[in-house]
Nanobody, 115 residues
Framework: QVQLVESGGGLVQPGGSLRLSCAAS????????MGWYRQAPGKERELVAS???????NYADSVKGRFTISRDNAKNTLYLQMNSLKLEDTAVYYC?????????WGQGTQVTVSG
């Protein structure tokens, strides 16, 4: 079973930047459709950005132009570059991997935007 470990969260001021990473175990990372989701207190988990095995990306309207999802298959790692952070970006961010019946989640990393 693939394991996903997020890192890179933290406290940042509005307008600041963070880069999240998600390290995946195993040898099939390149085959997975990957995504970043987030869940704020009292809200449902929502898709932030996704990237297919072929590199096609998709973003939530709320983060378009500010966030960039990417993947490095040689390093088994997914990234989320977050720029121009806003207070409303505060949430726990989760990494997700999908392939056929596989649907795996990481443990999450907290991002807090506060000034």
């Amino acid at each position: 079973q693939v394991q996903l470990v997020e890192s890179g969260g933290g406290l940042v001021q509005p307008g600041g930047s963070l880069r999240l990473s998600c390290a995946a175990s195993g040898s099939a990372f390149r085959l997975y459709a990957m995504g970043w989701y987030r869940q704020a207190p009292g809200k449902e988990r929502e898709l932030v950005a996704s990237i297919t095995s072929g590199g096609m990306t998709n973003y939530a309207d709320s983060v378009k132009g500010r966030f960039t999802i990417s993947r490095d298959n040689a390093k088994n790692t997914l990234y989320l570059q977050m720029n121009s952070l806003k207070l409303e970006d505060t949430a726990v961010y989760y990494c997700n991997a999908k392939l056929l019946q596989l649907d795996r989640w990481g443990q999450g990393t907290q991002v807090t935007v506060s000034g």
